[in-house]
């Protein structure tokens, strides 16, 4: 593999590999205590229906979903980077791997915004 330098870009997708890591660990633990452990019916629809019907668990969860996916996204580029060494099979590669990724944050959207208090 050749060395493409500083100006490469990959220094700017490892900091963001990092960063993205180290604000998901904490996003992590308190979506699990919040969501497996406050509640007495654990996962129960009711019980997320009420705490996605606060803007701040809103904000929490989508912001725990893009980075989540963009830390996956950008893990997986690394690996086809390193791994696939023929261009046209790692783009069809990596371009399958971004429409899972698109259509995992449309659905995440949809019910972190569709989701209501019942009645």
Do not use: C
Not at 1 to 13: C, E, L, N, P, T
């Amino acid at each position: 593999m050749r060395d493409r330098g500083v100006g490469s870009g990959g220094a700017v997708g490892w900091f963001f590999q990092r960063l993205t890591g180290i604000v998901l660990a904490p996003i992590l633990l308190v979506h699990l205590f919040t969501m497996h452990r406050v509640h007495e019916h654990g996962l129960a629809f009711e019980s997320v229906t009420e705490l996605l019907s606060k803007p701040y668990w809103k904000v929490l969860e989508l912001t725990f979903l893009v980075l989540a996916l963009y830390h996956a996204l950008n893990g997986i580029y690394a690996l086809l980077q390193d791994y696939v060494k023929r261009p046209g099979v790692r783009m069809t590669l990596f371009s399958l791997v971004v429409l899972v990724g698109l259509v995992l944050l449309v659905f995440g959207m949809v019910t972190v915004f569709m989701v209501a208090k019942p009645a």
